[in-house]
């Protein structure tokens, strides 16, 4: 399978108003699509410095509207905090507004802060997430929903709305873990991880190893990377090391707050720990390029997506990252593979 390459926004915040954030974020989004990227997937996340997507359907279809080829949607829509009705209602709006271009990114929710908000008990959130999901495939897929279950119940729902692409958006999964990979390949998603390339290897094998629904659209596997890129090393490590103190401080806003520690997530305060570990890519083209050619033969992944906006870095500083990657660092991994085929 061809590779692509994608980006993942937390779409988190600093001091910029945030009318301007907006519109230098759609800005950004813009220059995805100019630069052939395949897909844009956002975060969702509440009360937080870390996510001002937090009503992820609305914000998407502003991107819908900015762009014309970029594939886009949330990884992931927290699944315990809707009624799967409507969600399943916008999903087709926005599949449909984009004329087939939405993906469908579903989880339980990583943060028991956020959810608990909206007087969710945590302890169902898998549960919930099993049975919504249910139900959301069957409204997509059919013309009438009946449900019974635990947390959910409908009888001969009538469903007007209807996806554009059938029979329904391609899946989405955050994996932390080969058990949920596992997970993502019975039903039947692509998965995105952010974890060093050995063990993003073993998630991809694990998938492959699983069975899959019949009909399925081929499988991305997606590593996840921060990116940075700048004419010297020392240039995109000032710059990122800057922006990543930022994100943190966002990241850890609720936790802090709180005091309690994010469960089954561990990031470093300082982004070098994550250049040591090989989940951020900071320095020229070159330095980027030969990191990107070794992790992507180690890992398996045949979907690269990249964080170029996260903390405090400024539009044009993430434009220069994004112009130096895909002027020069997506044609060389296009030919790498070519050759390879050869």
Known sequence: MALEFGVFDHVDREARPLAQFYEERFKLIEAYDRAGFYGYHCAEHHFTPLGMASSPSVYLSSVAQRTKKLRFGPLVYTL????PLRLAEEICMLDQMSRGRFMVGVGKGVSPIEIGFYGVDTSHTETIFAEALEVVLQ???Q???NHEGEYFSFSNVPMEMTPFQRPHPPLWYGVVNPDAAA??????MSFISNA????IRAKVERYIGTERPSGCVPAKFGMNRYIVIADTDAEALDVARRAYRVWYQSFMYLWWKYN???PNVNYPPEIDAQIAAGTALIGSTETVLTALRSQLSESGSNYLVGRFAFGDLTLQES???LDLFSSHIMPTLRQDQRVAAE
Request: no cysteine; proline share 8%; glycine share 4%.
């Open 80 to 83: 315990a905090l809707y009624h």
């Open 139 to 141: 409204a997509l897929t």
């Open 143 to 145: 013309k009438t929903v």
């Open 183 to 188: 997970r993502a390949a019975k039903a039947g």
């Open 196 to 199: 060093p390339a050995a063990a």
């Open 260 to 262: 309690q520690k994010p």
């Open 319 to 321: 434009l220069r990252s």
